[in-house]
């Protein structure tokens, strides 16, 4: 048999953590020896971090697997344990959320507000009728209310589907109908690249659509028109007039908490359904691990949308169910100039920082003098999640974002796993640019072969996950049959995330991307992110998306699409020598198996919402295909602006 997937690239920088920050790490390295020694017992000292009203019976009940169930008989609610318990304690005036509006507004909500606007809420949904295990949809901008909606809904039992404020009437018309939502919680609109974009004519044409919801609380936000029908209610007439007394009542461990659809390519959505302690416990547990977060002096930043399981896990649930004082932010990095991540992190003393590499290599792009022009110092920590890392920009992040001193934790997960599963942990773990390095204490990943064998150190192969772990998702919404099909029916016994992965020669892991897009050259499984790192390495690169292409001679043939550095010049026949110079690198780099048949500069790349790079799409260009579905595009001409690049034969075939 030949290798399951090529190990190119080589990376010998380490980076051990910072003297100060393992004298006083939140989690040392005795967590992986007492995880190892019972794994249940850690999880169940992982959930006392959280207050039950019930204590469970029994920590994980597996006897019917794929369908887990954790801290079985236990009860609890999910917002108090975010916010009444902190308030009890003394922390009511702590700061829970800063806020940022695009357009520059502002406010300021301690965790006394946030339990008081979360009550109103909770409040108001019950007025309108939600009662526990109903289903509401949240479509909102990136504004506080977007929060409250979703703790609202935990305090009573209800279970929320966020949607993406950027998706389509018809994505949010399907998630509405596939989980049969009876109410929708959305905006007039919300304030994107410098303007207001509305968000309610949307939920009118979705609900047209859905018979079930009987009701759209709408959030004043941009003040624009909207057309109005019996069935709206105004949110400050609902719950900005409601009691700010609500008493919350503690569910079932296993209680659904929310539905978030994974956006899938083709196929209809997947209604990925997470649970109320195990989700809580894990999510609050890696936030306090991975993050080191200090509530009474971290100011922490994720960039994500609350629309994505990124959001969820650690904007809400995890930060604040640690206490934790977060910044969040409405808009674009860009609006009103290129700097403004780096203003918000100078102006809030931002300590912990948590931001995709699309973010990163975007920042590359526009160049390191951005950055420079604002002080970082208050940063001690930074996270990357959402795509593998290239390890040049895992190096650039560290030097520019966190001056040669800041770990960088690269965190692997997905909506399916709920929170995070392999990462470094910031005071113990010496970092290697690129990789994810372990599974956390509790998590037991592992690499295996098509036959499902382990591969040995040096190999690669599919990641998959050994053992059940608390908020892991516990079927898909409806469907039983999928959620075993997808996740747990390619190797025995195994869930398999659909990511490909390589063991070093320490054992560490590295992520691959996802296997559908492994390319098959000459017999040669080679990972597309390895390419892409290779072209990322070279200084004229700031990001590459790389896909495999039939070809008559190796089967498939790498295709590499390359957006170049700011300052890099590329007109003409530089452009020709660039071309010619990367082909070589990648070569040099990886070896000349892996060198592209073509590489194309481009200016932009197309991505999903959540900035995750569409190879599919770019292997349409790349074999001369229409294009497929562009719909989940985060903007659709770019795709008109690579496929002419591609016809004006800007590229290299010798
Ligand atoms: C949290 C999130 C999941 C997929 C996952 C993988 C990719 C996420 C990664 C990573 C390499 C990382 N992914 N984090 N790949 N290194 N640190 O992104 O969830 O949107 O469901 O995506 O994202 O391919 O399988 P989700």
Redesign the pocket.
């Known amino acids: 048999m030949s290798e399951t997937l090529a190990n190119l690239l080589q990376e010998t920088r380490r980076f051990p953590p910072p003297a100060d920050l393992a004298a006083a790490a939140n989690v040392t390295a005795d967590a992986y020896d007492s995880a190892a020694e019972d794994r249940l017992a850690f999880w169940a000292r992982q959930a006392g971090r959280l207050d039950w009203s019930t204590e469970w019976d029994q920590i994980l009940d597996w006897s019917n697997p794929p369908f887990a169930k954790w801290f079985v008989g236990g009860k609890l609610n999910v917002a108090y344990n975010c916010l009444d318990r902190h308030v009890a304690a003394g922390h009511g005036d702590r700061v829970a959320i800063h806020w940022e509006g695009e357009p520059g507004d502002t406010r300021t909500i301690t965790y006394a507000d946030l339990l008081a606007m979360t009550s109103q809420a909770a409040n108001a949904l019950t007025d309108l009728g939600v009662t526990a295990g109903d289903r509401v949809a949240i479509y909102l901008p990136m504004i506080p209310e977007a929060a409250v909606a979703m703790l609202a809904c935990a305090r009573i039992g209800a279970t929320h589907s966020v949607v993406f404020g950027g998706f389509s009437a018809d994505a949010l018309t399907n998630r509405i109908q596939d989980a049969s939502a009876k109410v929708v919680i959305t905006a007039d609109g919300g304030f994107r690249r410098g303007k207001p974009s509305a968000l309610k004519p949307t939920v009118d044409e979705a609900v047209a659509k859905c018979p079930t919801i009987e009701r759209v609380l709408v959030v004043r936000r941009t003040g624009q028109d909207v057309a109005w029908s019996d069935r709206d209610v105004w949110w400050h007439e609902a719950v900005e007039t409601a009691s700010t007394e609500h008493t919350a009542e503690a569910f079932d461990a296993e209680h659904p908490l929310f539905i978030l659809y994974?956006s899938g390519t083709t196929a209809k959505p997947k209604g990925i359904l997470h649970t109320t302690g195990g989700y809580l416990t894990q999510a609050a547990y890696t936030h306090h691990a991975v993050f080191d977060l200090k509530p009474e002096s971290d100011v922490y930043w994720c960039t994500a949308d609350i629309g994505?399981?990124?959001g969820h896990s650690y904007i809400v649930y995890g930060p604040l169910a640690n206490g934790a004082t977060q910044l969040m932010y409405e808009g674009t990095p860009d609006t009103p100039h290129k700097g403004r991540f780096w203003e918000l992190v100078q102006k809030h003393k931002v300590t912990i920082l948590y931001t995709a590499p699309t973010l990163i290599r975007t920042m590359m792009k526009w160049g390191d003098d951005i950055p420079r022009g604002h002080d970082l110092s208050s940063l001690r920590l930074l996270g990357?999640?959402?795509?593998?890392?290239n390890p040049e920009a895992w190096i650039w992040y560290r030097e520019n974002i966190g001056r040669g001193e800041c770990p960088v934790v690269?965190?692997?997960?997905?909506?399916?796993t709920g929170a995070i599963m392999i990462s470094p942990l910031p005071g113990v773990t010496s970092t290697k640019p690129g990789s994810?390095m372990r599974p956390l204490p509790g998590i037991s990943a592992d690499v295996v072969d098509d036959q499902a064998q382990s591969v040995p150190d040096g190999g690669g192969g599919f990641l998959v996950l050994r053992e059940p772990w608390p908020s892991m998702l516990r079927t898909i919404w409806g469907d039983d049959q999928r959620f075993v099909d997808t996740y747990w029916s390619r190797f025995e016994g195994l869930y398999f995330?659909?990511?490909g992965a390589k063991k070093d020669d320490d054992g560490d892991l590295w992520?691959l991307?996802?296997v559908d897009d492994v390319m098959l050259v000459s017999g040669h499984n080679i990972s597309t992110t390895e390419v892409e790192s290779a072209l990322v390495s070279h200084p004229s690169v700031a990001e590459a998306a790389v896909v495999g292409a039939t070809d008559p001679t190796t089967g498939q043939a790498i295709v590499a699409f390359t957006i170049p550095r700011g300052s890099v010049d590329t007109e003409g026949s530089a452009g020709e020598a660039l071309i010619a110079e990367l082909r070589e690198h990648v070569s040099k780099t990886l070896g000349p198996i892996a060198k592209p048949r073509q590489i194309l500069l481009v200016p932009e790349l197309p991505k999903t919402r959540?900035g995750?790079i569409m190879r599919r799409l770019l292997r349409d260009v790349a074999e001369n295909r229409s294009l497929g579905d562009v719909t989940t595009l985060q903007d659709s001409s770019v795709m008109d602006l690579i496929s002419s690049g591609m016809r004006s034969g800007k590229s290299d075939e010798d």
Request: aromatic share 12%.
């Open positions: 994974t994505w399981v990124t990357s999640v959402g795509e593998p890392i690269d965190t692997w997960w997905q909506t399916e994810a995330a659909g990511d992520l991307g996802r959540s995750k």
